[in-house]
T-cell receptor, first 115, second 116 residues
Framework: DTGVSQNPRHKITKRGQNVTFRCDPI?????LYWYRQTLGQGPEFLTY????????KSRLLSDRFSAERPKGSFSTLEIQRTEQGDSAMYLC?????????????FGPGTRLTVL | AQKITQTQPGMFVQEKEAVTLDCTYDTSDPSYGLFWYKQPSSGEMIFLIYQGSYDQQNATEGRYSLNFQKARKSANLVISASQLGDSAMYFC?????????????FGKGTTLSVSS
C-alpha cells in the first residue's frame, strides 16, 4: 500500500516566480488536506478537499494561493508571485472516506525556498 | 489562546529508558480527537497514536501509549524502551468536533534526542 507522495521534494525559486506542487494521496482516500510548516512550528492548515470539492480554506490561503483536485485524485497547490515569506515546507495529507477517527496520513512534503 | 501546548522544546533520554512528552489542549467541544505524530529529519509526519474524547481507556500502540487525563485536558505521549531511531520531533494535534474532514491543530512540537 503506497503512501502519500509529493513532488517535487525541494523547490528553489526567485521572488516573483510562480510555483506548483503536486500531491498524490493514498489511492482509496477521498479526503485531502494541505498544510504549511515553517521552521520551528507545527503544521498549519491551508485547505481541504473531499473528492474534487474544495470544502474549506484557511485565512492563510491568500489570493496568491490556489489549490485544485480536478478528478478527485491528485491535487496541485500553486503559489503565484512568490514572496520570501512563502518559504516553508508544504505538506499534503489524506484520510479514508470511512471511519470516524479520520486519521490523516502525510506525505514527505515539498520544501520551498524563495530567494 | 493556544489550542495545543507542548511546553518541552527538547527532551533527552537514554536508550531503553521511558520518556513522557507533554501535551495540553484547550477546547469547549465535547467531541474531539487527539493525535501524536513523529517527524524525523526527513520531514515526513508519521502517525503514532490516536485518542478520542469519549474513549474510556488510554490508547496504546506498541511502545507508544497515551496518558489521557480528560479533566486536566492533557494527552501525554509515553514512549517505553526508547530506541536511537526515536530521535525526532514529536507533535501533538487535535481535531475538534465529530465531523470527519476537519483540520488538525498542531502544537509547536518537542524534539526528542535518544542517546546510547
Amino acid at each position: 500500500d503506497t503512501g502519500v507522495s509529493q513532488n517535487p521534494r525541494h523547490k528553489i525559486t526567485k521572488r516573483g516566480q510562480n510555483v506548483t506542487f503536486r500531491c498524490d494521496p493514498i489511492s482509496e482516500h477521498n479526503r485531502l488536506y494541505w498544510y504549511r510548516q515553517t521552521l520551528g512550528q507545527g503544521p498549519e492548515f491551508l485547505t481541504y478537499f473531499q473528492n474534487e470539492a474544495q470544502l474549506e480554506k484557511s485565512r492563510l490561503l491568500s489570493d496568491r494561493f490556489s489549490a485544485e483536485r480536478p478528478k478527485g485524485s491528485f491535487s496541485t497547490l500553486e503559489i503565484q508571485r512568490t514572496e520570501q515569506g512563502d518559504s516553508a515546507m508544504y505538506l499534503c495529507a489524506s484520510s479514508p472516506s470511512v471511519g470516524f477517527i479520520d486519521t490523516q496520513y502525510f506525505g514527505p512534503g515539498t520544501r520551498l525556498t524563495v530567494l | 489562546a493556544q489550542k495545543i501546548t507542548q511546553t518541552q522544546p527538547g527532551m533527552f533520554v537514554q536508550e531503553k529508558e521511558a520518556v513522557t512528552l507533554d501535551c495540553t489542549y484547550d477546547t469547549s467541544d465535547p467531541s474531539y480527537g487527539l493525535f501524536w505524530y513523529k517527524q524525523p529529519s526527513s520531514g515526513e509526519m508519521i502517525f503514532l497514536i490516536y485518542q478520542g474524547s469519549y474513549d474510556q481507556q488510554n490508547a496504546t500502540e506498541g511502545r507508544y501509549s497515551l496518558n489521557f487525563q480528560k479533566a486536566r485536558k492533557s494527552a501525554n505521549l509515553v514512549i517505553s524502551a526508547s530506541q536511537l531511531g526515536d530521535s525526532a520531533m514529536y507533535f501533538c494535534a487535535m481535531r475538534e468536533g465529530a465531523q470527519a474532514g476537519t483540520a488538525l491543530i498542531f502544537g509547536k512540537g518537542t524534539t526528542l534526542s535518544v542517546s546510547s
